[in-house]
């Protein structure tokens, strides 16, 4: 990163995902919360894909694995593979306009949500209903303002 303001900006954006990740939600609306920092992962990482990396995503993810009590490594395995696509095509996705992008976000959100349902049948804990990938739908519809925001919060810190 070019300096610890950067560094303290994409952290703080970081953090934020998290407490979204916690926030309580009523029952019927839990199966549909956004991957707020899966998001967080693949804006930065097709932003400015020399400071946040596959490296960032594991470290996040394990995050992600302790404050759920999920089996350690899980988040951590689909949010460094979601990262690994993301860079491998962010030069193409930058110039996508919002709406071809959210359906990008999208379409690697299902390896990830892939991963945990593998993880989660081997732990024998798998969901019986459709429900299950809710999130990449919400995830797909929020992109956009998630996009939009923390385009702002970057040219702000004037991160590049």
């Known amino acids: 990163m070019n300096n610890s303001s950067d560094f303290f900006t994409i952290v703080v954006t970081f953090a934020i995902a998290l407490i979204l990740m916690l926030m309580p939600l009523p029952d019927w609306a839990r199966a549909y919360r956004p991957e707020w920092t899966v998001m967080a992962l693949i804006y930065w990482s097709i932003a400015v894909p020399k400071n946040v990396g596959i490296g960032t995503a594991w470290m996040l993810g394990l995050c992600v694995d302790v404050i ?7 988040h951590a395995l689909g949010f460094a593979i979601t990262v690994y696509i993301a860079i491998r095509f962010h030069q193409r996705v930058r110039v996508y306009p919002l709406h071809q992008q959210a359906m990008f976000v999208g379409m690697i959100l299902l390896p990830y949500m892939s991963i945990s349902l593998w993880i989660l049948g081997i732990l ?11 999130p990449v739908v ?4 929020v992109w956009p303002w998630i996009f939009l925001v923390l385009r702002a ?8």
């Open 68 to 74: 759920q009590g999920a089996l350690l490594g899980q």
């Open 138 to 141: 919400t995830s797909v519809l």
């Open 124 to 134: 024998g804990k798998d969901p019986k209903s459709w429900l299950y990938w809710a």
């Open 153 to 160: 919060v970057r040219r702000k810190a004037s991160i590049y």
